[in-house]
């Protein structure tokens, strides 16, 4: 019973992501659900990514926190349009962004002009990973810091994520995070994850992880326009 | 009427925790509920704690994970009883534990002899927090590498916690986090809470914590005994 309570849930969710997808697809937004734990350096690596898009290419942010606007505080000096969404209307919040919250942004964020957007999932392995919320491409970051054994303990966020963004690799060698073992893990999880290592902190690996935006979204636009 | 739906759920779960406890006091088991994001140090602490009660406190551990069994192995050599729960029968698995799970794990675990018995949460700043499982304390992880922001962004864990062990601060200074503001975020959300820097690598601030437990253990039984 409480399997076919789920399932309805996503269903539901489903169909207002299909919708999403559709006022996406309408202003040719291409769409990133970023993901991860909490601390995982999300907010980081959308501040180095605003800098270099700024002037570029025009983007938009949905920043997802259970409580507070930290995140989006940080991110609006950047020139891109934040939209704050707090999932705390109850005791605790909501771990985790669903499509209606992501309609409910799109009253506020003018997607006219905007040629990508991200949203910043509340940090969390687990929730996340099973709520679409009509994006292009789901990216999932890990901190070494969290060690090389969590594909095996948060599979399926591993499984539906397109790219992961394996961050603070500065730490290497300051925190127990054995590479090898956990390209093995990854592999053992999802075979044909692409894994770009970086460092918000220093910069090492944005070149990487922007040339994969960009080369994703032309898939994505090609993809629109044959559909 | 979501509300009303999420007071149901936790006033069942408050039921079940009550029947946890009642066991747990039937046996002078003093119960740590051991919460954190992913990454943390949760296991690698417990690693300590078991290394140095071993011989001397008699421990069991209550092990909670969406999938696998790797942190229950990493224990299993330390001379405790472990019990693994996996929080898995559905898609994406739950990403906390409740009390209705601690029941079924003390089918397995005998508490017979058992001094104290630690609880280890799936990893997950949000929702850990709002169930009870029918602990004596509620202990949180958090480390340096998550940054100094959470407790405004994930307060009810902070609100609802008797200790925060402040993990991995042989890290300080490779990573950006300021602790006199940490402090001070923390006083904002749950001035009372007492903060232990540890780092479960080193193994500084392991004596700290281990003091704590000891001493909370004491007023608990005394409190037992009153009642």
Request: charged share 25%.
């Given at each position: 019973?409480?399997?076919?309570?789920?399932?309805n849930?996503?269903?539901?969710?489903?169909?207002?992501?299909?919708?999403?997808?559709?006022?996406?697809?309408?202003?040719?937004?291409?769409?990133?659900n970023?993901?991860?734990?909490?601390?995982?350096?999300?907010?980081?690596?959308l501040?180095?990514t605003?800098?270099?898009?700024?002037?570029?290419?025009?983007?938009?942010?949905?920043?997802?926190?259970?409580?507070?606007?930290?995140?989006?505080?940080?991110?609006?000096?950047?020139?891109?349009?934040?939209v704050?969404?707090?999932?705390?209307?109850?005791?605790?919040?909501?771990?985790?962004l669903?499509?209606?919250?992501?309609?409910?942004?799109?009253?506020?964020?003018?997607?006219?002009?905007?040629?990508?957007?991200?949203?910043e999932?509340v940090?969390?392995?687990?929730?996340?990973?099973?709520?679409?919320?009509?994006?292009?491409?789901?990216?999932?970051?890990?901190?070494?810091?969290?060690?090389?054994?969590?594909?095996?303990?948060?599979?399926?966020?591993?499984?539906?994520?397109?790219?992961?963004?394996?961050?603070?690799?500065?730490?290497?060698?300051?925190?127990?995070?054995?590479?090898?073992?956990?390209?093995?893990?990854?592999?053992?999880?999802?075979?044909?994850?692409?894994?770009?290592?970086?460092?918000?902190r220093?910069?090492?690996?944005i070149?990487?992880?922007?040339?994969?935006?960009?080369?994703?979204?032309?898939?994505?636009?090609?993809?629109?326009?044959v559909?």
């Amino acid at each position: 019973m409480e399997v076919s309570v789920l399932r309805n849930v996503l269903d539901a969710n489903d169909l207002i992501a299909a919708d999403n997808r559709k006022a996406f697809d309408a202003h040719g937004c291409f769409v990133i659900n970023l993901m991860s734990a909490p601390g995982s350096g999300k907010t980081t690596i959308l501040e180095r990514t605003l800098h270099h898009l700024n002037g570029r290419v025009r983007a938009g942010v949905i920043e997802g926190d259970v409580l507070g606007t930290l995140d989006a505080d940080r991110l609006a000096p950047l020139g891109a349009p934040v939209v704050q969404i707090n999932t705390d209307p109850h005791f605790g919040g909501e771990c985790h962004l669903d499509a209606r919250m992501i309609r409910n942004a799109l009253d506020q964020l003018k997607l006219e002009g905007l040629e990508i957007v991200f949203i910043e999932n509340v940090g969390n392995l687990v929730c996340p990973a099973e709520f679409r919320v009509g994006e292009d491409r789901k990216v999932m970051v890990l901190s070494v810091a969290e060690g090389d054994d969590k594909p095996l303990k948060y599979p399926l966020m591993f499984r539906v994520s397109n790219l992961l963004l394996l961050n603070k690799v500065d730490l290497e060698g300051h925190v127990e995070f054995d590479s090898a073992r956990f390209r093995a893990n990854v592999a053992r999880v999802n075979p044909g994850l692409p894994v770009i290592e970086l460092s918000a902190r220093t910069g090492q690996g944005i070149d990487a992880w922007l040339a994969w935006l960009e080369a994703e979204a032309a898939v994505a636009k090609g993809g629109r326009h044959v559909g």
